[in-house]
C-alpha cells in the first residue's frame, strides 16, 4: 500500500522535474525570442526527452527505494536525463539494506552533508556504465578474452574501472554479488540488483582524510610524555604532519620484535589514543573475509592461532598500510606439516603475504600491465613478491609457487586491502628446499576441519605444556 502510494508520488515528481527542466531549458534557450510556439517545439528536439518507458522512471518506482532517494537528495536525475538521452545505461543498485543497513553509519552521515555532495553524486554514478550491459553478455571464465572492465559515469574514478567477473557460482561486479541480473530491463538500459555498495577510491580517500583529520583534532591536547615501549625514549611530540599522511618510520621500525608463536592478548581495557582504529578495521576485514567464505583458515591463523591481528590493528592504527594477499583455504590446505612445524612458520608464511602498501587490484593490474613485472616488499624482509600479468589477472610468485589473484579487493578500506590468491606464496629460496624435504602430506588427510596450522601448532604447544593457555585448541 505505502509502496504504491509512494511509487505514484516519485512517478509525480520525476513528471513535475521533466516537465521543470523542460520548461527551464524553454526559458533559458529563447530568452530573446517571444515566439513561444516555436520554441517549445524545438526544445522537444534538442533538450532530453524522458519516455515513461525510461529506466529511469523504472529506477524511481523500483523497489530500490533507499538508492532512487539518493539520486534525487545527489540532484542528479537531470544528468541521469542527459545520459539516456544519448546512450543506454546500466545501473548496479545496491538492495536497501547496502545502503540502509550495511553502510558505516558515520560514512553515510558523512555522504549525507551537503558539503559533500560531490561523494555523494561520485559514490552514486560509479554504479552507473553508459552502455547497455546485459547479463548475457557476462564474462563466466576468468581468463575470458572478453573485456570485463568497464568505465562508470563517475569521472574522478576514469581510472577505476568495475570488473565484472564470475565466481563460486555468481556474477560480482567489483567486489559486490550481482544477485538480481536483469532485474529490470527497458529499452534504454539495464538495472541488476547488487548486495553491496560500490565505492570508489575518491569517495573514500575523501571520507578517511576528514575523518582522520577529526580524530587528530580530538587527540590534539596532549597528556603526560609517553614512553615509546619500543625504544624506552620519551616519544616525540605529536609531528604537525598532515592528516592522513604516512608515519615517518619505515614500517619495519614498528613491527613487534621477533615472531612468536602465542595466541592474540585480550584487548586491554581503553586502548590508547590513535588516529585510526586499526583495531576495529582489522576487526572488519577479518568479518569480511568469514562472510566472503573460503578464507577460514587465514582468519584463524590471523585471529587464533597467533598474534598476528592485533599486531596488524597496532600497525594501521598507527598510520601505516597494507595489503594482505590471502591465500584460499584450498591453497593453505596444500601446506605441508613440515612446512609449518618451524616454531614461528605460521608468521613467517602470513609475513610474507603482507605488502606495506595499499594496493587494489586495479591498481596491481595496471602496474603488471604497464611494468611487466613488479617486485612488492613484504613484510618479511629482506623477501620481496613477484607479481607479473597472466591470463588477464595479476600472477604473484614464480613456478610451482605462483598464485593467482582470485578474489579481488574482498575488503578495501583505504588503509588494509585484502586480496584473494589461490596458492600460498614462499620466497623462492624456500620453494626450492620445502618440498624436497617434505613429501607431500596425503591430500586425504588435509580435509577436515579445524586448521591444520592449528593442529600443528597445538601439537607443539602440547609438547612445551603449554596447552592450558590456548583455549582454541580444546
Ligand atoms: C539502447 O540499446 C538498445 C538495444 O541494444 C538500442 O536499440 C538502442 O538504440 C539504444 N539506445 C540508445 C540511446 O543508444
Ligand atoms: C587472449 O589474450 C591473450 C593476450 O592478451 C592472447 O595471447 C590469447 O591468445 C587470447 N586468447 C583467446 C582465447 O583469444
Ligand atoms: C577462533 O577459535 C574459535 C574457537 O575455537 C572459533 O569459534 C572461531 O571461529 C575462530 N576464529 C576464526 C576467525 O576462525
Ligand atoms: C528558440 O527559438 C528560436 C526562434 O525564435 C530558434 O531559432 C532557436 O533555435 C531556439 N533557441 C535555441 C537556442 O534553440
Known sequence: MGFQIYGVFRRLLLLMIVVCSTSGATLRENSSSSSKKHSSSSTSATSPQINSNSVLVALLDSHYTELSELVEKALLLQTLEEAVSKHNITIFAPKNEALERDLDPEFKRFLLEPGNLKSLQNLL????????????????????????????????????????????????????????????????GIIHGIERVLIPKSVQQDFNSRRSLRAISAVLPEGAPEVDPRTHRLKKPASPAPAGSPPALPIYDAMAPGPSLAPAPAPGPGGPHHHFDGEAQIKDFIQT??????????????????????????????????????????AMAKLTTDQLSEPGAPEQIVYYHLIPEYQTEESMYNAVRRFGKVRYDTLRLPHKVVAEEADGSVKFGQGDGSAYLFDPDIYTDGRISVQGIDGVLMPPEETKLAPKSSPPVAKAAVKPRRGKLMEVACRMLGAFGQDSQFTSCH
Do not use: Q
Open 289 to 330: 573475509l568469514l562472510h566472503y567464505g573460503g578464507y577460514n583458515e587465514l582468519a584463524d591463523i590471523l585471529v587464533n592461532l597467533t598474534s598476528l591481528a592485533s599486531e596488524m590493528g597496532r600497525l594501521v592504527s598507527e598510520g601505516y598500510v597494507l595489503t594482505v594477499l590471502a591465500p584460499n583455504d584450498e
Open 125 to 188: 554514478l560509479f554504479h552507473m556504465i553508459p552502455s547497455r550491459i546485459d547479463s548475457a553478455h557476462w564474462p563466466h571464465h576468468r581468463s575470458s578474452n572478453k573485456s570485463s572492465h568497464h568505465t562508470s559515469l563517475c569521472k574522478d574514478a576514469f581510472d577505476e574501472s568495475l570488473r565484472i567477473s564470475h565466481r563460486n557460482g555468481d556474477d560480482h561486479i567489483s567486489v559486490a554479488r550481482i544477485f538480481k541480473p536483469n532485474d529490470i530491463v527497458r529499452p534504454d
